[in-house]
């Protein structure tokens, strides 16, 4: 009885070890996860580095009034990128403001601009960008 009894236990302490290592190591693989900064970079030379795109560098540097065209159709007016992310999934930008924009712009509710002056700061996912225009000329 004594034998049987320290085989249960043996096994239950194997089975639990085995549960133990497993947690550990997926709490480790989670906090590996969460743990992973992404980094903004505002240094327009550096950005060019992350999304090599001829728009980077110029819209990082020149105060303008862009549209950014998604894959929606719609288009997202900006006057700069403010940062991108070191992966280039994200960039922050400045949205442009309506009074901001050409007539031909100006009104079409397939335009995203700012919803106040003191509301122009957003995230655009890159991947959803297929073209970039200026909205202005020289």
């Keep these: 009885m004594s034998d049987t009894l320290a085989w249960i236990g043996a096994i239950g302490g194997i089975i639990g070890a085995v549960a133990g290592i497993g947690s550990a190591?997926?709490?480790?693989?989670?906090?590996?996860?969460?743990?992973?900064?992404?980094?903004?970079?505002s240094d327009w030379t550096r950005a060019?580095?992350?999304?090599?795109?001829?728009?980077?560098?110029?819209?990082?540097?020149?105060?303008?009034?862009?549209?950014?065209?998604?894959?929606?159709?719609?288009?997202?007016?900006?006057?700069?990128i403010k940062s991108l992310s070191d992966d280039a999934e994200w960039m922050d930008v400045e949205l442009a403001e309506a009074s901001d924009l050409?007539?031909?712009?100006?009104?079409?509710?397939?335009?995203?601009?700012?919803?106040?002056?003191?509301?122009?700061?957003?995230?655009?996912?890159?991947t959803n960008i297929v073209a970039a225009t200026d909205l202005w000329t020289s």
């Design 25 to 41: 190591v997926f709490a480790g693989l989670e906090w590996r996860k969460v743990s992973r900064k992404i980094a903004m970079e």
């Design 48 to 80: 060019a580095e992350i999304l090599p795109a001829w728009y980077t560098t110029r819209m990082m540097s020149d105060q303008w009034c862009f549209g950014l065209w998604t894959v929606s159709g719609q288009m997202i007016a900006i006057r700069k």
């Design 102 to 126: 050409p007539k031909p712009y100006a009104d079409n509710p397939d335009v995203i601009v700012a919803v106040a002056a003191d509301r122009t700061s957003a995230s655009i996912k890159i």
